[in-house]
């Protein structure tokens, strides 16, 4: 079993629609990643956050220690969304990876 | 533009070669690191190093060899690879160890 399982695996939405990927995790963490990959490879780190929420345009992120889960929301999403949204937890010396959510977002 | 970059972007080998790959950073990171992802699995640490010292994940085969020669710049030293080792292998730095790591865009490598 994988110590970070991500919700859904895949997502179409239209344009505009609000969106949630979840993110739920079995170890101690130190902190949590919100990771943006595009086609073609190149990775971009969204968030990382230990507590609570933060923002950054139409993108919110939010974790709960006690219940080991964070989500990644994208308001008004745009095509230019569209790509795999991975989480990862940084735990000690180690880093866990999700196998991502690849998100689809049609005009 | 991460400031990580890697070479190169693209490689094709047979399974008698050697080759190498490349990673840069001029962030003045002191930690970097090697991932394997494969098409349907999370990403993979290989190899972490940080202040120049190496940090291994003991299931790496050893046809994989990293070197660090300065905090700048760290390889991926490959030989003898199954054609399972067709992956995307991705670089990464970060300040320390426990802050946000910067990717490079990768090497897709395919092995024959």
């Known amino acids: 079993k994988n110590e970070v399982e991500q919700s859904p695996q895949n997502l179409t939405a239209q344009e505009g629609e609000f969106i949630t990927i979840n993110c739920s995790y079995s170890?101690?963490?130190?902190?949590l990643h919100w990771l943006q990959q595009h086609p073609g490879g190149g990775i971009v780190s969204l968030f990382m956050?230990?507590?609570g929420k933060k923002k950054h345009g139409r993108l919110i992120a939010t974790i709960n220690i006690q219940e080991k889960h964070s989500s990644l929301h994208i308001t008004a999403s745009h095509p230019r969304d569209s790509a795999v949204y991975i989480c990862?937890?940084?735990?000690?010396?180690?880093?866990?990876f999700g196998t991502g959510t690849s998100l689809t977002v049609i005009p | 533009e991460t400031g990580v970059t890697q070479t190169p972007r693209h490689l094709v080998m047979g399974m008698t070669n050697k080759k190498s790959l490349k990673c840069e950073q001029h962030?003045?990171?002191?930690?970097m690191y090697w991932y394997k992802q494969s098409a349907k699995k999370p990403l993979e640490l290989m190899f972490v190093?940080?202040?120049?010292?190496?940090?291994e994940n003991n299931s790496v085969p050893s046809r994989f060899s990293p070197e660090c020669p300065n905090s700048s710049h760290l390889f991926l030293h490959l030989h003898t690879l199954q054609p399972e080792d067709s992956a995307l292998y991705l670089c990464?730095?970060?300040?320390?160890?426990?802050?946000?790591?910067?990717f490079g865009p990768g090497t897709r490598l395919l092995v024959l």
């Open positions: 170890v101690g963490i130190s902190a």
């Open positions: 990862a937890v940084g735990a000690g010396d180690q880093f866990y």
């Open positions: 956050l230990s507590s």
């Open positions: 990464a730095s970060s300040r320390d160890r426990v802050e946000t790591q910067y």
């Open positions: 962030l003045g990171h002191n930690a």
């Open positions: 190093y940080s202040l120049e010292e190496r940090v």
